[in-house]
């Protein structure tokens, strides 16, 4: 048995190696590599594998969005804008409606 794409569209494998940026193509690699593996094995863990695969199409999302590198760095020297959690919260939940 040969491992297929879990599904077409943003959780492809070939779609989010395509869409990564060079710097990230490795480590998604090796975790989706490590999680075939394990769900050829057995056949309980191919949700981890879809899990990853949902988890990187969404880190897929993120790196293209501009300026995110630089946010990142921004963040781990403690500057940059912030907004505090339950703002947060309260806009993704408008957004969402």
């Not at 969005?65 to 990142?72: F, R, S, V, W």
């Amino acid at each position: 048995m040969r491992a297929q794409p879990v599904e077409d569209g943003p959780r492809d494998p070939q779609v989010i190696l395509w869409a990564l940026p060079d710097r990230e193509r490795p480590e998604f690699l090796r975790q989706y590599r490590e999680a075939v593996d394990a769900a050829r094995e057995d056949v309980a863990r191919y949700r981890d594998l879809s899990r990853l695969l949902l988890r990187w199409s969404l880190v897929v999302e993120a790196v293209s969005q501009p300026g995110y590198y630089e946010a990142i760095e921004d963040a781990r020297h403690g500057i940059g804008r912030t907004v505090p959690l339950d703002e947060a919260i309260t806009t993704e939940l408008s957004r969402r409606r």
